[in-house]
């Protein structure tokens, strides 16, 4: 709906940089080292009387952003309850490492008798997930004596690098409960801020103030409860979005959001047609690379995969001012200049990209999507920094091709993930025409595994596993790993096959996998021993024969559900194991095959006993993504029943053997 002047706001182009100074629950507590002070009621508090039997409560929280200084300062103390809200102690601060700066941590722990114990330990650095897989750089750091009673407090500041001009929003649930909290905002000077709101607890308004800041104060809000498989939690939480209106209105343009896309979307046009252009070296730099008489599909993998060999700048580490200076790299003012330089960022790589698609032949065009690892694209947010992912759309008569080369490692006709069934603008001359990107289907994002095992007679596997991953599995991986050693990489694989197989597993990698290509398929192969995996019996062995589910995390446990359900994209895992049965032994029963299914999701998995070798097939596709709250008891059920497939075991029989005289 339409408020504060326009409607919602969306994450900023630079929305990672965002989520670092506001995913965490955390107030600013300006540049002071005192502590606020703690009251009475704050240390005999026993209980959340929102949320009884919470682990937690937020009691204080302060958030402070600056807009004009390019900072965030944050605050918060937290009330623990029970032995499971001592977890809170464990902080973690988000970050993107290269962008953005985290500075002045100061924390401490008040015991329950009012005597504190201030933070002096080690601050370290490590790898986050959150909810929908996405990972984050944290600071992090363990709070000293934390009891029953305690009482949690820490700041911090993040800053931002100077010319990251991105709009600002506040977060203004975490999944525990906030008794108090305080919101600021500084904005920049001589432009005109405008915001929105998402389910704003008690519908109270943000204040401007007289000096132009922006102020919000709230009690009592819910906690916001996370759930395994869920969309980005931001795009739910309740929260209020900041834009600037800019030039367009300050002269009377924007009246309705379709004034602001349409004007918008004139200004992108001019700028990618002034960029592209129609040049005559990238007419023949067109005709080097394809041929008159080749079909359509083959010029444009032709022409995808030089401009893959352009070197893409996005994906690479940000790089100090001294190294900046000392390479020199001259700025590309058009798609020349990238052909010639050989380098790009991802929106110059893409532009080329577009140039030679038209040089043979082709009508394309820059799309501008909002990446659904973020937040949805929404109209009403008269912000193109929502828009923050770009691809090409190329057509030929009714056939339609949406790529993306300057995705590094992106195989042809394949999209990431987050710009799939993702909505945007393409720029036209006249305006902004809204797209929507193709979803993605259940065989762009495959896991074949295949084993070859021997069971010796203490129930000990040895053997090789051969692991094909595929499309968004491939491209997920080489991304993830694009900026470390070999080294590094070789360990990254080990320790996921270990996590698929039982504890104490050993895994060493034996092959080299492609890593820096942009082939569909990464494969590996891995030999391994799994020990103590068949359990004794008397004379028999039981085997759980589908070994890599047999640490398996099962999804959707809980009886109930609050949030949809939210995969990253469709997939499928096909496992294929054989195992070859130690001297006398044979199989005594093996588990019927079972299929199960909804419209989008199937399993099927089948043991076969042949000639001393037993042979596991299990196939499990889940077509859709996205799936709202009531379609939970569906998936639950049938995860159950994955559940229940992959759990049988085969049962062996020692069995005598024949004597000679």
């Known amino acids: 709906m339409f408020l504060s002047r326009i409607a919602p706001v969306l994450f900023s182009l630079n929305s990672l940089l965002l989520a670092v100074g506001l995913v965490l ?36 929280r302060e958030e402070h952003t600056d807009d004009v200084a390019g900072f965030d300062t944050s605050y918060y103390r937290i009330k623990v309850f029970n032995d499971e809200g001592k977890k809170y102690a464990d902080v973690e601060i988000p970050f993107v490492k290269d962008f953005s700066k985290v500075e002045d941590v100061k924390a401490r722990t008040v015991r329950p008798d009012g005597t504190a114990a201030d933070f002096k330990g080690q601050i370290f650095e490590k790898v986050i997930v959150k909810a929908g897989g996405v990972k ?47 919101f600021s905002l500084r904005p920049y000077r001589g432009q005109e801020l405008a915001w929105t709101w998402h389910a ?41 979005m900041f834009f600037y209106l800019g030039e367009m209105f300050d002269r009377g343009e924007i009246r309705w959001p379709s004034d602001f896309w349409k004007e918008r979307g004139k200004k992108a046009y001019e700028g990618v047609e002034g960029f592209i252009g129609d040049r005559k070296e990238i007419r023949m730099a067109a005709a080097e690379i394809v041929s008159a008489d080749d079909p359509p599909d083959a010029k444009l993998r032709k022409l995808y995969a030089r401009v893959q060999q352009i070197r893409n700048l996005s994906f690479e580490r940000e790089k100090t001012d001294q190294e900046q200076k000392r390479e020199k790299l001259k700025d590309n003012k058009n798609v020349e200049d990238v052909l010639k330089h050989g380098y790009g960022y991802g929106d110059e790589i893409n532009s080329l990209f577009a140039a030679l698609a038209r040089a043979a032949g082709f009508d394309a065009a820059l799309l501008y999507v909002a990446g659904r690892h973020e937040q949805p694209f929404e109209l009403n947010l008269l912000s193109w920094r929502q828009l923050n992912a770009n691809l090409v759309l190329v057509r030929l008569g009714s056939q339609e091709w949406y790529l993306d080369p300057a995705t590094r490692f992106c195989p042809y006709n394949l999209l990431p993930w987050q710009e799939t069934d993702a909505r945007g603008v393409r720029p036209e001359k006249e305006g902004s025409a809204f797209v929507t990107t193709p979803s993605s289907k259940s065989a762009d994002g495959i896991v074949e595994r295949e084993a070859a095992l021997h069971l010796d007679v203490d129930g000990t596997l040895t053997g090789n596993i051969q692991v094909k991953f595929i499309g968004q599995e491939a491209l997920e991986r080489r991304l993830d790993n694009r900026l470390t050693d070999e080294a590094g990489r070789k360990k990254a694989l080990e320790d996921e096959v270990k996590e698929w197989l039982p504890k104490g597993s050993s895994v060493e990698l034996k092959s080299t996998p492609n890593w820096d290509s942009s082939e569909a398929s990464l494969s590996a192969a891995f030999a391994v021993k799994i020990q103590d995996l068949a359990a004794p019996a008397g004379r028999r062995l039981l085997l759980p024969l589908a070994i890599f589910q047999v640490r398996e995390k099962y999804p959707f446990r809980s009886t109930a559900r609050v949030h949809p359900i939210y995969f990253r994209y469709p997939f499928q895992e096909l496992d294929t194991i054989s195992v070859t049965l130690p001297k006398g032994y044979q199989v005594e029963s093996l588990p019927a095959p079972r299929s199960d299914g909804l419209p989008f999701c199937r399993y099927e998995i089948a043991r076969r006993s042949q000639d001393g070798t037993l042979r596991l097939e299990r196939r499990l596709v889940m077509d859709g993504y996205s799936f709202p709250a009531p379609s939970y008891s569906f998936l639950r059920a049938f995860y159950d029943s994955v559940r229940a497939g992959d759990e049988e075991q085969v049962v062996l029989k020692a069995v005598e053997t024949a004597q000679t005289n």
């Not at 005192?34 to 937020?58: C, R, Y």
């Not at 308004?205 to 498989?229: C, M, S, W």
């Open 25 to 60: 629950p955390a107030p600013a507590k300006a540049e002071k080292d005192e502590w606020p002070p703690i009251a009475p009621e704050e240390l005999a508090m026993k209980s959340d009387p929102t949320n009884p039997g919470a682990p937690a409560i937020i009691l204080n």
């Open 200 to 240: 704003l607890p008690g519908g109270k308004a943000p204040e401007k103030r007289e000096d132009g800041t922006v102020h919000l104060q709230l009690e009592n809000i819910r906690g916001f409860p996370e759930e395994e498989y869920m969309p980005p939690p931001d795009s739910l939480k309740a929260r209020v």
């Open 136 to 182: 984050y750089l944290a600071k992090t750091f363990a709070l000293p004596d934390v009891q029953v009673g305690s009482i949690i407090e820490y700041k911090y500041k993040i800053r931002r690098p100077e010319w990251a001009l991105y709009n600002s929003r506040w977060i203004l649930q975490h999944e525990l409960s906030t008794r108090k909290a305080k």
